[in-house]
């Protein structure tokens, strides 16, 4: 009856729409889109308590607990855990992350240090190896008005962090800015809203509607409609990229925070895997008849947490 959907769980880029890998965009008819539903991508997530030694102690300590000695942590190095990328929707560049020589914009600092360079009406982008970037608007005296935990607050930056460094982004969206005063009354004015009052679905879309007024950035803030218009361009390395495709900004938005949480090498791989698919052995009759027909990957075991995407 109606309109019919059909569900599946989103685990590589197997289950992504992709643009030619040739780059050529050839308009052939109807694409598929995928939206992400019912999910909430980053901060509702407990984060992962430190590796238990032997003795149930933190396996931080020098000797590990049992003799061995544990590397020292490594200082976070964008370069080593984020996905160079751009977003276009249709022609026009609207975002950029892009490790350049030179390019500073990417460097990162502690809290306390981080205060010396917000202004009212900054956003914030706090990251760590294996987590979701969190987002947030400085709105002044050392505070800041970010989504968390599907709820919006007003916190002090340094407890806004949870101890990961930070920088300041506003050039990464290439969208005109309001005002300063305007972002920090957009940000204020949603303090304590909170489940079903959100119009966002991560902190990265509410700081961005702040900053920029967009209704894009917002749940349903555009049709599912016809033809996918936003790419996705990820660089794989200086002469080659690969695109993928969406019908909305928040559901390209929801990927590339997917992108920066699992890491460069592992996103990597998984493209690696989808360009270049492991040949089947021909005389293994079995495998033959159980691969699945272009296009169409094996459906996943559902596993709890799951993101679910719906095929228009």
Same mark, same amino acid.
């Given at each position: 009856?109606?309109?019919?959907?059909?569900k599946l769980?989103?685990?590589?880029?197997?289950?992504?729409?992709?643009?030619?890998?040739?780059?050529v965009? /050839?308009?052939?008819?109807?694409?598929?889109?995928?939206?992400?539903?019912?999910?909430?991508?980053?901060?509702?997530?407990?984060?992962?308590?430190?590796?238990?030694?032997?003795?149930?102690?933190?396996?931080?300590l020098?000797d590990?607990?049992?003799?061995?000695?544990?590397?020292?942590?490594?200082?976070?190095?964008?370069r080593?855990h984020?996905?160079?990328?751009?977003?276009?929707?249709?022609?026009?560049c609207?975002?950029?992350?892009?490790f350049?020589?030179?390019?500073?914009?990417l460097?990162?600092?502690?809290?306390?240090?981080l205060?010396?360079?917000?202004?009212?009406?900054?956003?914030?982008?706090f990251?760590?190896?294996?987590?979701?970037?969190?987002?947030?608007?400085?709105?002044?005296? *050392?505070?800041?008005?970010?989504?968390?935990?599907?709820?919006?607050?007003?916190? *002090?930056?340094?407890?806004a962090?949870?101890?990961?460094?930070?920088?300041?982004?506003?050039?990464?969206?290439?969208? $005109?800015p309001?005002?300063?005063?305007?972002?920090?009354?957009?940000a204020?004015?949603?303090?304590?809203?909170?489940? %079903?009052?959100?119009?966002? %679905?991560?902190?990265?879309?509410?700081?961005?509607?702040?900053?920029?007024?967009?209704?894009?950035f $917002?749940?349903?803030?555009e049709?599912?409609?016809?033809?996918?218009?936003? %790419?996705?361009?990820?660089?794989?390395?200086?002469? /080659?990229?690969?695109?993928?495709? *969406?019908q909305?900004?928040?559901?390209?938005?929801?990927?590339?925070?997917?992108?920066?949480?699992?890491?460069?090498?592992?996103?990597?791989?998984?493209?690696?895997t989808?360009?270049?698919?492991a040949?089947p052995?021909?005389?293994?009759?079995?495998?033959?008849?159980?691969?699945?027909?272009?296009g169409?990957?094996?459906?996943?075991?559902?596993?709890?947490?799951?993101?679910?995407a719906?095929v228009?």
């Open positions: 009856m109606g309109n019919q959907v059909e769980t989103h685990l590589s880029y197997k289950e992504v729409p992709t643009a030619d890998p040739t780059g965009d /050839r308009d052939d008819g109807p694409r598929i889109g995928v939206s992400y539903i019912f999910s909430n991508d980053d901060e509702d997530v407990e984060p992962q308590p430190p590796p238990q030694g032997p003795d149930g102690g933190g396996g931080g020098p590990g607990g049992d003799g061995l000695t544990l590397p020292s942590p490594q200082p976070y190095d964008p080593l984020e996905v160079e990328c751009s977003v276009f929707y249709r022609d026009e609207i975002y950029q992350k892009s350049a020589p030179g390019s500073a914009a460097s990162t600092y502690t809290p306390e240090n205060l010396n360079k917000c202004r009212p009406g900054d956003l914030v982008e990251v760590s190896q294996a987590q979701y970037p969190h987002w947030a608007v400085y709105v002044g005296n *050392f505070q800041v008005v970010h989504l968390h935990r599907l709820e919006v607050s007003n916190s *002090f930056l340094t407890d962090s949870q101890g990961r460094r930070g920088r300041v982004v506003n050039d990464l969206y290439r969208y $005109k309001l005002s300063p005063s305007a972002v920090v009354r957009n204020l004015a949603h303090v304590g809203a909170k489940e %079903r009052e959100l119009s966002w %679905r991560n902190s990265e879309s509410f700081a961005a509607w702040c900053r920029y007024g967009k209704r894009e $917002k749940i349903g803030g049709l599912r409609i016809g033809k996918q218009p936003y %790419r996705l361009q990820i660089q794989l390395s200086a002469q /080659r990229s690969h695109t993928l495709e *969406f909305s900004l928040e559901d390209l938005i929801m990927e590339k925070r997917r992108n920066d949480q699992i890491g460069r090498a592992a996103v990597l791989q998984e493209l690696a989808h360009l270049h698919p040949e052995d021909v005389g293994d009759s079995d495998a033959a008849r159980t691969t699945p027909p272009p169409r990957p094996p459906a996943p075991a559902r596993e709890e947490g799951d993101r679910e719906v228009h």
